[in-house]
């Protein structure tokens, strides 16, 4: 069965320095990987996905993420954060050996202070 | 604007009681998932259906139902509710599978 890991709640920032949200997946098959942010009493938005190619994802917001498959890794990257950034943000995988479900990690607060 | 919709946006009612909640999904996407977000939990994948059969069963209980219907809009049926089932209920939806969700607003539902 897929699984997928935030291994930290919150991540601090200060506004213009470059941030990171780790994110670690296990599957039986191929990865399909998808980072998704919610702002408060909001829906999940859609943020990038990995499904094949090139391992640098380029998505919304000025965001990317880097696929590593040697390190089951899928980290979320921004060269320089802004306070709007401030959200939860929540990894997805789906195996592509068990594609009807797509899995979530528990979220990483993300608060980028001025 | 996702373009997925779900009712109501809030609900309260009483343990012991029954609610169900809708979704209608993107124009076109065949398939719609439910989810629940709690604060102890994070986001739990409940049910996938595609094109009116069901997919995939995650972490859903036995009190939980679901159905899509013909017009590809569904239900998520919730009985015999408990205070643990507070929570925050997506449903999102997907023209095929491999591709990117996308979600409702959700609806908040209050056991009391």
């Known amino acids: 069965a897929q699984s997928v890991a935030q291994p930290e709640d919150q991540v601090n920032v200060a506004e213009g320095n470059p941030l990171t949200v780790k994110c670690t997946y296990s599957v039986s098959g191929n990865p399909y990987l998808f980072w998704y942010v919610q702002y408060p009493n909001r829906g999940l938005q859609f943020l990038l996905k990995?499904?094949?190619?090139?391992?640098l994802v380029k998505g919304s917001y000025g965001f990317e993420a880097e696929f590593n498959k040697s390190q089951t890794s899928f980290h979320l990257k921004k060269p320089s954060a802004l306070v709007s950034d401030s959200a939860l943000y929540f990894c997805?995988?789906?195996?592509?050996?068990?594609?009807?479900?797509?899995?979530f990690g528990t979220g990483t607060r993300l608060q980028v202070f001025p | 604007d996702s373009g997925v919709t779900q009712t109501p946006k809030h609900l309260i009612t009483a343990t012991g009681q029954r609610v169900t909640l809708r979704c209608s999904p993107r124009s076109g996407d065949l398939s719609v998932y439910w989810y629940q977000q709690s604060l102890d939990q994070g986001l739990q994948f409940l049910i996938h259906?595609?094109?009116?059969?069901?997919?995939a069963k995650g972490n859903i209980l036995e009190r939980f139902s679901a159905q899509q219907f013909p017009d590809l809009h569904s239900e998520l049926n919730l009985s015999s509710l408990e205070l643990g089932d507070s929570a925050l209920y997506f449903c999102?939806?997907?023209?095929?599978?491999?591709?990117?969700?996308?979600f409702g607003e959700g609806s908040r539902l209050t056991v009391l």
């Open positions: 990995y499904i094949t190619g090139d391992n």
């Open positions: 999102a939806s997907s023209p095929s599978d491999g591709r990117e969700l996308f």
């Open positions: 259906y595609y094109n009116g059969e069901e997919r």
């Open positions: 997805a995988v789906r195996d592509d050996f068990d594609a009807d479900k797509l899995i």
